[in-house]
T-cell receptor
Framework: GAVVSQHPSWVICKSGTSVKIECRSL??????MFWYRQFPKQSLMLMAT?????????EQGVEKDKFLINHASLTLSTLTVTSAHPEDSSFYIC?????????????FGEGSRLTVL | GENVEQHPSTLSVQEGDSAVIKCTYS??????FPWYKQELGKGPQLIID?????GEKKDQRIAVTLNKTAKHFSLHITETQPEDSAVYFC????????????FGSGTRLLVRP
């Protein structure tokens, strides 16, 4: 199967600090990964598309300087929430598309719950 | 761009009964329709998907049907079990060749023992 791992699964931080979340495709290469944000009892909101070796593409309304994305290898994308504030508290989920896939099948990580105090 | 609407938002069924969740999409060029199951505190898990060249796909108790003319697709769960209780999301490609998926609003399924 296609496994996507996220780390950490949960993190608590103080306001003003930065938090990095990692998304790894464990058994396949992923040129493209996606980052989502999910509030309680709501659907997944796409934040950005992470492309290996190039800049991420952000959705409208998502601050690229707030949510830094780096996709340095075919198996790893990172999301850094900079100068975190309580309103950044949320469930962050990544997904990865297998490079060799011909359709849009995506595999999701287990999510990372961020709590900013 | 693609718009996906999902109904119902909540669904409660008795164990053993069937559950049906329906999604409509707007982009007639969409060709891939996955369904995801999300349990509390976890990421979504792909449970079944269908491509536009077929009208139905089945995997044990789960099936998905696609009506391209009406632009809707449905998830069917038969012989429901308590462990089927979760939130289910449909999705459809964004239509801009980016491989992005646009998700429905989700259906909270409760299977009563």
């Amino acid at each position: 199967g296609a496994v996507v791992s996220q780390h950490p699964s949960w993190v608590i931080c103080k306001s003003g600090t930065s938090v990095k979340i990692e998304c790894r495709s464990l058994d396949f290469q992923a040129t493209t990964m996606f980052w989502y944000r999910q509030f309680p009892k709501q659907s997944l909101m796409l934040m950005a598309t992470s492309n290996e070796g190039s800049k991420a593409t952000y959705e409208q309304g998502v601050e690229k300087d707030k949510f830094l994305i780096n996709h340095a290898s075919l198996t790893l994308s990172t999301l850094t929430v900079t100068s975190a504030h309580p309103e950044d508290s949320s469930f962050y989920i990544c997904s990865a598309r297998r490079t060799s896939a011909v359709t849009g099948e995506l595999f999701f990580g287990e999510g990372s719950r961020l709590t900013v105090l | 761009g693609e718009n996906v609407e999902q109904h119902p938002s909540t669904l409660s069924v008795q164990e053993g009964d069937s559950a049906v969740i329906k999604c409509t999409y707007s982009d007639s060029a969409s060709n891939y329709f996955p369904w995801y199951k999300q349990e509390l505190g976890k990421g979504p898990q792909l449970i079944i998907d269908i491509r536009s060249n077929v009208g139905e796909k089945k995997d044990q108790r789960i099936a998905v049907t696609l009506n391209k003319t009406a632009k809707h697709f449905s998830l069917h769960i038969t012989e429901t079990q308590p462990e089927d209780s979760a939130v289910y999301f449909c999705a459809s490609p964004a239509g801009d060749s980016s491989y992005k998926l646009i998700f429905g609003s989700g259906t909270r399924l409760l299977v009563r023992p």
